[in-house]
């Protein structure tokens, strides 16, 4: 009697490094506009998702960092919007009175 399994044994697949982000929530707050010295404009807001653990469902707010959006889509994003965001997670240094601090964010590719 053979011993072997008819389930394919589990083969190591090369890695491959992917920094992909979909959200899909609610913006909490009216986006902030922040002029850059290069001259673009930094849009920043947050999105309220769900976060499914084990337990009960509990929502978190994702910040998002958007460099010189399409004004078309950004007069659609409001405070209560429903949104599709889908970019990267970014985690950035900035130094304030002289410490030095970080944000991790999303900056979006697209958002719907």
Known sequence: MSTASSTPSP???PCVATNLVVLCGTVTHEPVHRDLPSGGVVVQF????ALDAAGPTRAVTVPVAWTDPPAATLRSIT????VVVTGAVVRRFF???GATQSRTEVVPDAVV
Do not use: L
């Open 95 to 97: 130094r304030v009175g």
């Open 79 to 82: 405070a209560g919007t429903d």
């Open 46 to 49: 947050d999105v309220r998702t």
């Open 11 to 13: 083969t190591a697949a």
